[in-house]
T-cell receptor, first 116, second 110 residues
Framework: DTGVSQDPRHKITKRGQNVTFRCDPISEHNRLYWYRQTLGQGPEFLTYFQNEAQLEKSRLLSDRFSAERPKGSFSTLEIQRTEQGDSAMYLC??????????????FGSGTRLTVV | RKEVEQDPGPFNVPEGATVAFNCTYSNSASQSFFWYRQDCRKEPKLLMSVYSSGNEDGRFTAQLNRASQYISLLIRDSKLSDSATYLCVVIFNAGNMLTFGGGTRLMVKP
């Protein structure tokens, strides 16, 4: 598989439950990004990693949101105590960054979360 | 004010028509510019990069006006398969995070 994989594709959860999504980037990519997209809007940046380091997390929507990339490969995004407003598509992307260039910014198919 | 603004549309055009989308961005220090295409319930996919000199890829032409902080996309000879949402995207900083506009929906009709 040469693309960005996200799991699950769909998640329905009850309000107040915790959910965790997984993203497997393209293997040679060193950067991994999480975005959220609500209906009728463009994707909104949440956080990103370079290898295992989380370099930007101020855009995470609240302290209920957290992300990890423990070994610099796959990443997880967790939402605690879900609310109906968390219903959205959660997109992961990866890219390869060198000192001079950026390559191959690629999105996964997303995880669609519905909070009922 | 949003960092990247687009007319949400929808633009309803007949096959063969020429259609143009516009986008404005607020940060004058913006570094890179793109148009992405997103089909319904799918992920965004890169359509083309946008350069100050303008660039063309088949029926698609993109232009950037840094002085006016304005980006455009022109689609000639529209096809039914062009129906999608077109997202204007800007990179503001070295983190390479994409900042998206809200998207412009295009519907091409027979």
């Amino acid at each position: 598989d040469t693309g960005v994989s996200q799991d699950p594709r769909h998640k329905i959860t009850k309000r107040g439950q915790n959910v965790t999504f997984r993203c497997d980037p393209i293997s040679e990519h060193n950067r991994l990004y999480w975005y959220r997209q609500t209906l009728g809007q463009g994707p909104e940046f949440l956080t990103y990693f370079q290898n295992e380091a989380q370099l930007e997390k101020s855009r995470l929507l609240s302290d209920r949101f957290s992300a990890e990339r423990p070994k610099g490969s796959f990443s997880t995004l967790e939402i605690q105590r879900t609310e109906q407003g968390d219903s959205a598509m959660y997109l992961c992307a990866s890219s390869l960054i060198s000192r001079t260039s950026s390559y191959g910014y690629t999105f996964g198919s997303g995880t669609r979360l519905t909070v009922v | 004010r949003k960092e990247v603004e687009q007319d949400p549309g929808p633009f309803n055009v007949p096959e063969g028509a020429t259609v143009a989308f516009n986008c404005t961005y607020s940060n004058s220090a913006s570094q890179s510019f793109f148009w992405y295409r997103q089909d319904c319930r799918k992920e965004p996919k890169l359509l083309m990069s946008v350069y100050s000199s303008g660039n063309e890829d088949g029926r698609f032409t993109a232009q950037l006006n840094r002085a006016s902080q304005y980006i455009s996309l022109l689609i000639r000879d529209s096809k039914l398969s062009d129906s999608a949402t077109y997202l204007c995207v800007v990179i503001f900083n070295a983190g390479n995070m994409l900042t998206f506009g809200g998207g412009t929906r295009l519907m091409v009709k027979p």
